[in-house]
């Protein structure tokens, strides 16, 4: 599995983003997909999930604010982030879980979102 991220860039305080993560890979079943993000001299922090039943979580600090999507046909996620502040500025790494029986898990490369006006 390969996750392609984009849609990173800058957003001025109380703007929106979308971030895009398409998956591919042939006779893949994917589990779960997400975005962490992980700021200077912070851990990666998990931002929001979505299973393949359609189920979400989100971390509380953007509960409310960033909505995840699916395509499953397209194995693609989408997060849309609304109302973003300073704190929301980080890398966001799109995460899948994948696989029956033995469950692997990819990393995508990660795209910047930088928030400033």
């Known amino acids: 599995v390969q996750l392609v991220e984009s849609g990173g860039g800058l957003v001025q305080p109380g703007g929106s983003l979308r971030l895009s993560c398409a998956a591919s890979?042939?006779?893949?079943?994917?589990?779960?997909m997400g975005w962490y993000r992980q700021a200077p001299g912070r851990q990666r922090e998990s931002v929001a999930t979505?299973?393949?039943?359609?189920?979400?979580n989100y971390s509380d600090s953007v509960k409310g604010r960033f909505t995840i999507s699916s395509d499953n046909a397209k194995d693609t996620v989408y997060l849309q982030m609304n109302s973003v502040n300073p704190e929301d500025a980080a890398v966001y790494y799109c995460?899948?879980?994948w696989g029956s029986g033995s469950i692997s898990v990819t990393w995508g490369q990660g795209t910047q979102v930088t928030v400033s006006s």
């Open positions: 979505i299973s393949s039943d359609g189920s979400t």
């Open positions: 890979g042939s006779g893949i079943s994917i589990n779960v």
């Open positions: 995460v899948a879980v």
